[in-house]
């Protein structure tokens, strides 16, 4: 258990509002996979167009919103507020919130809070942070064409234009994205507070207040809580309602006493974020990002990170196979970046993953039970067991799904095609429970295409883009699927770290079999499944 936060106080100011020492943190889900690409999702005044849908369900008899009462008040179709509540519930922070736990046929009539659902529309608006851009353009144009609009338009980095680099330098690094993040809430908290208060009855229209539950829902948006540590709840740390009795109501509070504490908590977070970013920059061994304990894997050199806030990465996996397992990690997320010619296991339960920027690889996820993403990846296989998965600006990918929601495919995406799971390892049905995803349902062939466009993203794109119906993934041909066998990896894995051999020994025989299986690939016919082993 974390310990309390202590608010620390300015003796030279006795009016100051007590600051809490930890780190305010933005919540990483809503902004990785709650953003929707649905146009009439992204609001030039979100006030305005979010405070119907406050008055209308304000009443304590009605704080849910269910799908057909979502559609008509947004006017958008079915599907699309169906969707809407499946990402929510994705990425919602209260894991005992009905609409998490709901059944797939349930997830309409129950329905989101209404506060939730607010701030998930709220933030539809959110532009990602971009890649930086690559120091040598020039070098890349001759292997990716420039003119294409999946790349020159909609792709700030292509897969082989992140081999080139050969590094994670020009990805933005999870401080990078936690600035933007805070920033754009700094920007906005006014506004979010706002649709999140309520009026004091017999006062002017001016006088807006915030109860402690109301408070406990910016918990989708923010967090305190260090890396490592358990998050505390946000009303533990705020000092207008920390001493609360559990056991009373504690009393509303003045929009403008949280807005104020909430601006210079940011504030002082992002000052603290942004001190350790520039230490590390100017080489200081003190001065680590916080996300940085997470090593970058490279080429010659495989390493998982780990935190229990921050993702395990697995990145700049080329040329060989890479196994993680359920006891090798010790985080609920992982991200696989810029992996390349290689298989990657990835054999654990997990709440979230990303795969981005992959190329020619062979991809196996075990259950991931909130939600998966699949980004600018080119001649991959992703072998995935999720609750729901979102495909965006990938080419001649197939993917082998078992999912109990309809994969989401968005932006530019060329000849993917689909296929039902067809692996199994022996931990499967024990981590599928875990996660909580209902092995009677897959929903592999059921494919939602929405917008080429991709709104979040801060780019400019061509005329009449905009009006391109996005390409749909097509099934694969019976005659080529093929079940993907593993049962015998863990145990050879095992074998070799067992052997009583010396550390070049070893290597020299995990390096002899991957040839002979490669051989062996070839003669058998089964190079189709396995290409990304392929040498030069």
Known sequence: MADPIEPSTSSSDPNSIPIPTAILHPRREPFEHGLLTIQKLIFNDPVQALTPLKQKFASPSTQRVDSAALAELLQISFDHSRLVLETLASVLHSEPDPLVTALPDDVDSIGADLRDLILFLYIQSYKRLLPRSHKDSAAVADVWPSMSAFDGYLSALSPLQLVRSNSRRFMPSQADEEVHQLSYLQKHLANILSLLSEHVEGESEESLVL???????????IQFGDKGSEVVPLSQAAPFFANSDPDMPAAPVPVSQVHDWLLQTIASSLESITEKVSAKENGSPSGSDQDVAMADATPSSAKASLSARSPCFVEGVSKSSYVKQASDLNSSSVK?????????????PLRYAIIYGCSDATIVL?????????????????????????????????FFLGVNQRPLFVGDNHKLQVAPYNTYYSQLEEHLTEVGIVSTINRWDEALSISVINPHDSLSHPAGVSDAQPESATCLDPDQFTNFLQKNLSEIKQMLREAPLEENRKRELSSALHVYFKDWLYASGNIRQLYCLQGD
Do not use: P, Q, W
């Not at 259950?367 to 990938?394: F, M, Q, S, T």
């Open 336 to 348: 696989v970046i810029n992996c390349h010619d290689s298989t990657i296991y990835i054999l654990a």
């Open 211 to 221: 109860t402690m539950e109301g408070f406990e829902h910016l918990g989708f948006l």
């Open 366 to 398: 075990g259950a991931v039970g909130k939600a998966v993403r699949v980004e600018h990846c080119e001649r991959v296989h992703v072998i995935i067991a999720a609750k729901r998965v979102c495909i965006a600006n990938c080419r001649e990918c197939v």
